[in-house]
């Protein structure tokens, strides 16, 4: 089994950075391909962004292009996305994702076999 977990949310003020961590544990040959997730109430779960640990290739969603980076850390099983100029629309519970095979894209929530229990992240005005 795989078990991922978040840390590194919390509170900033817009215009400001926050670093997210992903540790996985487990079955790492299940976790080749990463992804980060955002969900607000009432709302679906919205990709962010993506890592393929195989080979570093990355994809961003349009709304946080150049904003955000997601790079991973084999050694040390993390995977990091780092936040900067956020804005009051980044507020979310942001989620880990893992999965060995990308069965429905990369941006598609159903593609991920594995899911951390999330970390909230709040930008104020």
């Known amino acids: 089994q795989v078990r991922l977990v978040e840390t590194g949310g919390g509170l900033v003020q817009a215009g400001g950075s926050l670093r997210l961590s992903c540790i996985s544990a487990?079955?790492?040959?299940?976790?080749?391909?990463m992804a980060w997730f955002r969900q607000t109430p009432g709302k679906e779960r919205e990709f962010v962004g993506f890592i393929s640990l195989s080979g570093g290739t990355t994809n961003y969603a349009d709304s946080v292009k150049g904003r955000f980076a997601i790079s991973g850390d084999n050694a040390k099983n993390t995977v990091y996305l780092q936040m900067n100029n956020l804005k009051p629309e980044d507020t979310a519970v942001y989620y880990c994702a893992a999965t060995a095979q990308l069965s429905y894209g990369l941006q598609a929530t159903r593609s991920y076999n594995y899911w951390g229990q999330g970390t909230q992240v709040t930008v104020s005005s």
């Open positions: 487990g079955r790492t040959f299940s976790t080749v391909f």
